[in-house]
């Protein structure tokens, strides 16, 4: 029972080589105080440490510390990874390629919307609100001259084409008949000659 117990906590050591080099311990674990190169023995890493390959090291290295109160997210460490420490929720890193801080995100003003949201590394991003005409966008203004000369051009071909194959256009245009209530009666009566 003690042995299992023991075994559970102390690997012996893996890769050894028989010509007599000392044993190499696997990522995650270190080389055991007591161990010598005859008898190595592999310690796992504490839960604050790492090794991310393997070693002959009688220490495992450090995990960085991801400090709450510059707004890091306490972070899930891994015996066989470094840990990148990441902002919390919110947040961005202060400094593209050295995380040091976190900083809270931006809102934005009046008259803006927020075009992207931020993520741990890249601040949010506020974009003009376009008035309702679109006039603002000068994409939308460039689209919009084309379609609107086109049109038109549209338009001038057509009624040159009715006055050709039409040339009394007048004939084309139906005019209302007047109504009997705007007219007088007239009676004719008949005279009678003897």
């Known amino acids: 029972m003690l042995i299992i117990l023991v075994m559970v906590y102390v690997t012996l ?12 311990c696997p990522p995650g674990f270190r ?4 161990a010598t190169c005859e008898d190595s023995q592999c310690t796992p890493c504490k839960s604050d440490e790492y090794m ?6 009688s220490r495992c290295m450090l995990q960085p510390y991801c400090d709450p109160n510059v707004n890091f997210a306490t972070p899930e460490h891994s015996p066989i990874r470094k840990t990148i420490c990441r902002c919390k929720e919110g947040f961005y890193c202060s400094d593209e390629h ?31 609100i376009p008035d309702r005409l679109g006039f603002s966008n000068p994409f939308l203004l460039l689209c919009g001259i084309p379609i609107v000369a ?12 009715v006055r050709i194959e039409y040339p009394d ?6 005019f209302p008949k007047p109504s009997l209530r705007h007219t007088q009666e007239i009676y004719i009566t008949p005279s009678v000659t003897e």
């Open 98 to 128: 050295v995380c040091l801080t976190c900083v809270s995100h931006s809102s934005c003003a009046e008259g803006f919307f927020l075009g992207f949201s931020g993520n741990h590394t890249h601040d949010a991003r506020c974009d003009p």
């Open 31 to 34: 080389v055991g105080e007591q």
């Open 13 to 24: 050591c893996e890769g050894c080589v028989r010509n007599g080099s000392c044993c190499w």
């Open 169 to 174: 256009v007048s004939s084309m245009i139906v």
């Open 150 to 161: 086109a049109i038109v051009v549209m338009l001038v071909i057509f009624t040159k084409k």
């Open 52 to 57: 991310t390959s393997y070693n002959r090291l």
